[in-house]
């Protein structure tokens, strides 16, 4: 009996372990990884150049500024090697001819998101690369042109993205390098005819205006090189900005370069949802 008796309670023991061990590993399947979104506000100066046959063939130069908000954070189907990035930017250039007697200014906005698969070779060192979609849109205003002062820029494209982050200190402040490349691979962009005014435009003369951009044509490449010195909970973020880009399509050729100082703040946001333990899950960032 007593036999018996010791055989039930270690038959219950082992039904309350195996239990205790399946509750346990459904927990942790359901608790799905933090993903903090990495944000980054930065303003951008420099210098501008622009070159717009449509307009004039003379060369401008000039003050370049901008603004530009970036939104990286791990997917959520596979964070351990996917990220995703969305990116805001708004910048202008304000130029003179060599004679210092005309002015061209220039305004564009972007938007891009895409996906990167990240690879962590080093603790310390990863590498990333995958697609991209972006918009552009903006105007060249030329003071001087009275009868067609304007010259509107317009482009959809699928861009090759990619990125190198290092994580290092720097008199004990702990600090990440990265430098990253967006490059378009085909799309779409707009055009008008040599001459073709925007009146006529107006009055429906449509034709050809929506050219296939691929490198023959259109070609830009935006190079971002940052160092985030982290203070704690904040980061200030320091770098060079270089944007070359050009076009060629109806005897029309378009170049615009502008190299600037990067500066801004970056900070990490967690989103909880209510019930959930932050303790117990895994904490998976973008970089």
Known sequence: MKNEKYGRMSLWKLIVCLLSALAGWAQNAETEPIRPVTSAYTTEVGTGHLADTYLTPLHYNGV???LRY??????????EHWIMQLSLGLWGDITKNPAKNAT??????????????????????????????????????????GNNPCSARGAVTIDAIGYASYSHTLWGLPMTLRY??????????????????????????????????????????????????HFGATTLRLG?????????????VARDVSHSFVIGVVCDWISLTRGKRLPDARIISAY
Not at 107 to 114: E, R
């Open 64 to 66: 370049h500024v901008g």
């Open 70 to 79: 970036e939104r990286t954070q791990a997917m959520k189907s596979n964070p």
């Open 180 to 229: 990253q490349a967006q490059l378009p691979a085909i799309g779409t962009f707009f055009s008008p005819e040599y001459g073709q005014l925007y009146y006529q435009i107006y009055l429906g003369d449509t034709e050809g205006l929506v050219h296939t951009a691929w490198w023959g044509n259109y070609f830009l490449l935006d190079n971002l090189a940052t160092a985030d010195l």
């Open 104 to 145: 061209m200014g220039n305004a564009m906005l972007q938007f891009s998101w895409g996906t990167m698969r990240r690879w962590t070779l080093a603790p310390r060192l990863s590498l990333g690369i995958g697609p991209a979609i972006s918009l552009s849109g903006g105007c060249l205003y030329l003071d001087r042109n």
């Open 240 to 252: 060079y900005h270089c944007r070359i880009f050009s076009s060629k399509v109806n005897n029309l």
